[in-house]
């Protein structure tokens, strides 16, 4: 697609649900980012695919959390037993290759765990 | 690893006034840099990147950043606000070509 895909757009979680975040990426795009934006803050790194493999996953706040991209390309971010913690705008960005360029962002999903 | 600041939270200007939002990185080396802005409830864009070329980046929307190595400084700058331009702005450096690291932003307020 034109750009980088992200649904739901909103989702409102009971506290101890599991939820799933997913990302469609731009086309060809090899790399893949996932953050997490708290309100009022910067969006930090959760974590990053190069094709299907996780390269780096030190972002993720805890082992509640994990993400896959099985084929290298859709991916979904899976979080465990939500807490009020959790609640965030996570942010979905693609690019060719690495960090060099740039990253081309979703438009986020909202998470809010009531 | 990379960290990177925004001196200011919150920046106020008049439209048709100029505009300087500040960021200052800390690396031992040149990183990449970025300056992204995000307008309510929409994703994030990107205004301009600097990667060890020219010094001085033009960006889109008449925004312009230079970096200094010597400040470890690449402040965002534009000659005359409009009223559109009200948003929040993030600087972002280049962790290492591991990842990005994020500012905390700063929120550009413009009044008619």
């Known amino acids: 697609g034109a750009g980088v895909s992200q649904s739901p757009r909103y989702k409102v979680a009971k506290r101890g649900q599991d939820v799933a975040l997913r990302c469609d990426p731009i086309?060809?795009?090899?790399?893949l980012f996932w953050y997490q934006q708290a309100l009022g803050q910067g969006p930090e790194f959760l974590t990053y695919?190069?094709?299907?493999?996780?390269?780096?996953k030190s972002g993720l706040p805890s082992d509640r959390f994990f993400a896959e991209r099985p084929e290298g390309s859709v991916s979904t971010l899976k979080i465990q037993r939500t807490q009020q913690e959790d609640s965030a705008v996570y942010l979905c960005?693609?690019?060719?290759?690495?960090?060099?360029?740039?990253?081309?962002f979703g438009s986020g999903t909202r998470l809010t765990v009531v | 690893a990379q960290s990177v600041t925004q001196l200011d939270s919150h920046v106020s200007v008049s439209e048709g006034t100029p505009v300087l939002l500040r960021c200052n990185y800390s690396?031992?080396?040149?990183?990449?840099l970025f300056w992204y802005v995000q307008h309510p409830n929409k994703g994030l864009q990107l205004l301009l990147k600097y990667t060890s070329a020219a010094t001085l980046v033009k960006g889109i929307n008449g925004f312009e950043a230079e970096f200094k190595k010597s400040e470890t400084s690449f402040h965002l700058t534009k000659p005359s606000a409009h009223m559109s331009d009200a948003a929040e702005y993030f600087c972002v450096a280049d962790n290492y070509g591991q990842n990005f690291v994020f500012g905390p932003g700063t929120r550009l307020s413009v009044l008619p």
């Open positions: 960005a693609s690019s060719l290759t690495g960090t060099g360029y740039g990253y081309t």
């Open positions: 690396s031992s080396y040149s990183p990449s």
């Open positions: 695919f190069q094709n299907e493999a996780q390269l780096d």
């Open positions: 086309s060809g795009h090899v790399s």
